[in-house]
């Protein structure tokens, strides 16, 4: 069996939603694609319900596409006020370089930039077993949401987790997203 590659000489690359090119919009979306095959809206657009307002790009050292994660900056209702938080969405490995710590090392880039933003939390909806390692854990609020992504595409059927970036406690009572889940 043939090994998977290195990463090598990886680069991670934080970019604004809005300065993808259209050459890198192509890259996203068949990327996407390949790991959410029955999100059919990455068909026509680079995300399934909201455009994500960040992205972290991994490529390999000869510049292929080889990861991505997302962040959506979002005040939510938590805890009976407002609260901000990055919500993480289509995280994506392709296949030939899973299990190399791609996904810790892009969400490490992300929760670097919260910190410095001053976003308390970042969110996510996934597999415990696969975020628990770059430090979420699964909350048990009750989660209200303009549409669920769960119940409708997600395969999965993430949990709601959250990883603190600053040092406050997370809310408790129902959480509303204040739009769909990401």
């Avoid at 930039?113 to 390692?133: H, N, R, T």
């Avoid at 999965?156 to 509303?176: L, N, R, S, Y």
Wanted: glycine fraction near 10%; aromatic fraction near 8%; proline fraction near 7%.
């Amino acid at each position: 069996m043939p090994s998977a590659p290195s990463t090598g000489e990886i680069s991670i690359i934080h970019r604004l939603d809005a300065e993808i090119s259209g050459t890198e919009d192509h890259e996203l979306r068949r990327l996407l694609l390949v790991c959410f095959p029955y999100a059919t809206a990455l068909l026509t657009r680079r995300f399934i319900r909201e455009a994500p307002a960040h992205r972290w790009l991994v490529r390999s050292a000869s510049g292929e596409l080889i990861a991505h994660a997302a962040a959506h900056d979002k005040i939510i209702s938590a805890g009976g006020g407002n609260l901000r938080i990055g919500g993480i969405a289509e995280v994506c490995v392709a296949y030939q370089f899973r299990g190399q710590g791609l996904v810790g090392r892009m969400l490490g880039e992300a929760h670097a930039w919260m910190q410095c933003e001053g976003i308390p939390f970042a969110m996510l909806f996934g597999q415990p077993k696969v975020y628990a390692s770059s430090g979420y854990a699964v909350i048990d609020n009750t989660i209200l949401a303009a549409t669920t992504l769960l119940d409708q595409w997600n395969p999965f059927k993430g949990k709601p987790m959250i990883h603190p970036i600053a040092a406050q406690p997370w809310p408790a009572g129902p959480v509303d997203l204040r739009g769909p889940t990401f």
